[in-house]
């Protein structure tokens, strides 16, 4: 079935570096993409989204890389702070549209940046 | 606040009880979703509801139903509880006219079987 994963479980940066998390999915069916973020105790949060005829979408600090091919997703974060010490999550909606859109999670993971 | 509320925030019962969370969707959406998320396992999708009607199912347990009532807002029951069921349990709602952004979540409910 169809599934997302994180290749990294955890994810260790100094302040001021730049972190990349990578995420991959297995349904080529797949046309929109999430980054979300989690902070301890909170629910997650929308960071950054792509669309499937993208590769590239650029936020403030934040870059999502999409690549089709290797059905591969990337975040980066330019000049990680404190402040992004969370738990990261893709997600992809590759189940319908509509009133059945649903979106499938991968396992997510842990940046922690050091001062 | 993402606008999506839940209650309560922090529940602990004993095993065999039951218990009830409350989730109030964002203004003008229309689906709520339900999750769990337990330390080794992610966010697990349980259900979810769209206008009142079941519409997907994941991995929910018998001993786990819902519903979505006519002013949209959403209860997830758990009943004859185990240990195994503590966890977070995360609300999220979303509206099909506007698929940017995906879900929004709730802040969650925290159970604890003890």
């Known amino acids: 079935g169809e599934s997302v994963g994180l290749h990294l479980p955890t994810l260790s940066v100094q302040e001021g570096d730049n972190s990349i998390i990578n995420c991959a999915y297995s349904?080529?069916?797949?046309?929109?993409f999430i980054w979300y973020k989690q902070e301890s105790g909170k629910g997650p949060q929308f960071i950054i989204d792509?669309?499937?005829?993208?590769d590239k979408r650029q936020g403030q600090r934040v870059t999502v890389l999409l690549n089709k091919t290797v059905k591969h997703l990337s975040l980066q974060i330019a000049a990680t702070q404190p402040g992004d010490s969370a738990v990261y999550f893709c997600?992809?909606?590759?189940?319908?549209?509509?009133?059945?859109?649903?979106?499938?999670f991968g396992k997510g993971t842990l940046l922690t940046v050091n001062p | 606040d993402s606008g999506v509320t839940q209650t309560p925030k922090h529940l602990i019962t004993a095993t065999g009880q039951r218990v009830t969370l409350r989730c109030s969707p964002r203004?003008?959406?229309?689906?709520v979703y339900w999750y769990q998320q337990s330390l080794d396992q992610g966010l697990q999708f349980l259900i979810q509801?769209?206008?009142?009607?079941?519409?997907a199912k994941g991995n929910i347990l018998e001993r786990f139903s819902a519903q979505q009532f006519p002013d949209l807002h959403s209860e997830l029951n758990l009943s004859s509880l185990e240990l195994g069921d503590s966890a977070l349990y995360f609300c999220?709602?979303?509206?099909?006219?506007?698929?940017?952004?995906?879900?929004?979540f709730g802040s969650g409910t925290r159970l604890t079987v003890v």
């Open positions: 349904n080529s069916a797949s046309d929109y």
């Open positions: 997600a992809e909606n590759g189940e319908g549209g509509g009133s059945n859109y649903k979106l499938t």
């Open positions: 792509i669309r499937s005829n993208m």
């Open positions: 509801y769209y206008n009142g009607e079941e519409r």
């Open positions: 999220a709602s979303a509206n099909f006219g506007r698929l940017k952004g995906g879900y929004t």
């Open positions: 203004s003008g959406d229309l689906s």
